[in-house]
C-alpha cells in the first residue's frame, strides 16, 4: 500500500535530498507533499492526510517543535509518526521533541542509512 | 572561551558536513583571528545569528565556483550558474555547519537559539559588523578552493542576547547593501 509523505523544512534541498532518500529506501511512495514552514504544514493538512511527516525544527513562522504539539493535539493527525530532522542536536530539544510525541529524531547532516534505520523502525 | 577549542569545534562540525553530506573531504587552513569581518570582495555568503548568555553571528563563504560544486554535491546535479537552488544550498550548509557547532557551544556555554541563514552573492561587496568582538576565521581547501567559517561570540548583556543579536545582523546587511 503506498505511503503517503509529507516533507517539512524551510530548504528546498533538504526537502529534495529527502525525498530521494525516501525513493532509495524502497518506501512504497505515494504522494509525498512538501512545506516550507509548520504553518504551511498545517494548512496543507486541512485538505490531505498523509502517513508520515518528516519536519525540520529551527524554520521560520511556526516551529518544527510548534508544529509537532499542534499535530498531537488534533484528532485527525494525532496518530500520525513525525521524524524531526534537524541540526537541533542539544538533548534538552531532544527531549522535548520525544516528550511531544515525535516517532523519531535525525540529526544533520545525515546519511542515508540513518533516514532508513528511523523508517524501519515506524513503517 | 577557548579559542583553540572553538576553533576545533568549527573544524569538526564542518568536515563532518562536507564528508556526510557532500561526501568532500576538507583540508585544514590555519585558523586566526581578527578585529573586523571584511569576508569576501565577491562571491557567497550566508550569516547566522546566535542568541543566548552568549550572542554573535557567524558566516560561511566562498567563490561563486566553491557554491556551485557544494550545491551539486548537495543535490547531485550540475549548476552551471548560480541560481536559488544554490543559494538555498549554501544557506543550508551553513546551517548545519553552525547549528552543529552551535550543539557544541551548548555544553559550555548554554541553551542557545540559531537565526535563519541569509545568503548574498554578488561582486565588489563588504561587510562590516557593529560587535566589538574578535572574529575566529577558520578557513579551508574545499578541492583547491578556498572556503571559510566565520564566527564572533561575546557574553550577552541584554536578556537572551535577541535584541543586541538584531542589531548586529541588521548592521551587516545593511552594510553589505550600502
Known sequence: MALDVMIVDDSAAIRK?????????????????????GKEALEKL???SVGLILSDINMPNMDGLELLSALKNQDQTRGVPVIMVTTEGSSSRVMEAVNLGAAGYVRKPFTADQIKEKLAGII | MN???LIEMVRQATRDVFGTMLGIELTDEEAYVQESAPGPSEGVMALVGLAGRWAGSGT?????ESARLIAGQLLMQPYESIDDEVL??????????LGNVKTALEEELGPMGLSIPTVIYGRNFTTRSVAKSNWTVVPFLCQGQRVEVHLCLAPSKEAGGLTRLAKDQLSAVLSILD
Do not use: W, Y
Request: charged residues 20%.
Open chain 1, 17 to 37: 535530498i529527502l525525498h530521494r532518500v525516501l525513493v532509495q529506501a524502497d518506501v512504497p511512495l505515494g504522494a509525498v507533499l512538501e512545506a516550507g514552514d
Open chain 1, 46 to 48: 486541512k485538505s490531505a
Open chain 2, 3 to 5: 579559542q583553540e577549542k
Open chain 2, 60 to 64: 560561511f563563504s566562498c567563490s561563486a
Open chain 2, 88 to 97: 538555498d544550498a549554501i544557506g543550508e550548509v551553513t546551517n548545519m555547519v
